[in-house]
């Protein structure tokens, strides 16, 4: 599993050199997302190989387009709103969102 973060920090840093003198702080974000994806995609692929567990991918997509939606309704709050009701929102949305998508058995 080292080499799986050895190899994401080398690209992160990359990324970062490339990245952060060109678009700036934006850059460097772009680039912590993309680090972040990458560690998680060859984390999975290496537990799904390790322990013989299958990861769900229908599951994740539904629990990715929740998180989607939520993040529309998030954006387009002002930011005048008390962090509780922006909180608070969030969560109802995600929750609802993905009971509809039927992301979690009741």
Known sequence: ??????????VTI??????????GAMGGAWGTVLSEW???LLLAWFVTRASNLHIRFNTITKILAASAVMGA????IPVSWPFILVLATGIVVYCIVLFLLRGFPI
């Open 73 to 76: 309704v998030l954006w387009s």
């Open 1 to 10: 599993v080292l080499w799986i973060y050895a190899l994401v920090a080398t």
């Open 14 to 23: 990359l990324v970062y050199l490339f990245a952060i003198p060109r678009i």
């Open 38 to 40: 990458m560690a998680a």
